[in-house]
């Protein structure tokens, strides 16, 4: 089973195959979402501070019936977020509104403040933030630092000032959408790719060529793009709050899908 698969980071901390996104869930069904998925199997959840949905997310892994030590629950830096006091202040924020003693993964979500995205020059800033993340792994706040979005001058930028080393970098990669050069680069400097989006916000499910695809190999469209970015070696976030379209993955086998 996907659930029970996991990759390991280039700190030794494993993480699992898969995770449910949770960007778009209000915080009043965060909870509900969480423990539906768990039931389900899944086992890593990713929010962010601009999510507004931390306090759920929270909630539904306190809730849920399984231990915490076996889940992996990510949140991520706010974009606006440029300076070291900040950003630790804001470490701590998410660590209070989460009610949890530590948080398995924090990112940095942009290099940029979302107003300014791929505009603007931010790097000082960028490294003050990282600063800030690595304070926090090495006090046992954080068990895994990363970034998000991060295209390659903005990792070589916290690559050259930097103690530790990110460990992962979260992108938008789907079947419409694969920047194979900053996944080769990232991966390169030892992160693993999480890939954002991966049924394209839905837009592939109206693609004609990817249904015939699916059909071919008898699986949903949803659990073929998803496939497609597990055989790249990334680890995709799907998102629904409807317990009808999380997908058991019974089909993701490299038998059924070659």
């Known amino acids: 089973m996907i659930f029970e698969e996991t990759y390991m ?29 768990v039931k389900i199997g899944y086992r890593h959840f990713d929010s962010a501070q601009a999510y507004g ?33 900040e950003a630790a202040e804001a470490i701590d924020g998410s660590l209070k509104t989460m009610g949890m003693d530590y948080i398995d993964m924090m990112l940095i979500h942009s290099p940029q403040p979302w107003k300014e995205y791929r505009n603007g020059d931010y790097a000082e800033g960028n490294q003050e933030a990282w600063r800030a993340l690595e ?25 050259s000032g930097c103690s530790i080393a990110p460990m992962v970098n979260q992108l938008l990669v789907h079947v419409s959408n694969t920047p194979f050069v900053l996944m080769e680069y990232s991966e390169s400097k030892g992160m693993l790719v999480e890939a954002y989006s991966p049924i394209a916000h839905g837009e592939v499910l109206n693609n004609g060529t990817i ?25 995709p976030l799907p998102k629904t709050v409807n317990p009808e379209h999380m997908p058991r993955y019974r089909a993701f086998t490299r038998t059924n899908m070659g």
């Open 9 to 37: 980071l280039s700190n030794g901390v494993k993480i699992p195959k898969l995770g449910l996104g949770t960007w778009f869930i209000e915080d009043a069904n965060a909870a509900k979402a969480v423990c539906d998925t």
């Open 53 to 85: 949905n931390e306090h759920g997310v929270g909630e539904g892994i306190r809730s849920c019936g399984v231990p915490r030590k076996e889940l992996f629950v990510t949140t991520k830096l706010a974009a606006e977020i440029k300076n070291y006091r």
């Open 135 to 159: 304070d926090a792994y090495k006090a046992g706040k954080l068990r895994v630092i990363g970034v998000s979005n991060y295209e390659k001058k903005d990792i070589d930028n916290i690559l």
């Open 211 to 235: 249904v015939a695809i699916a059909k071919r190999y008898g699986v949903s469209v949803p659990q073929l793009c998803i496939r497609y970015d597990l055989q790249l070696g990334t680890l």
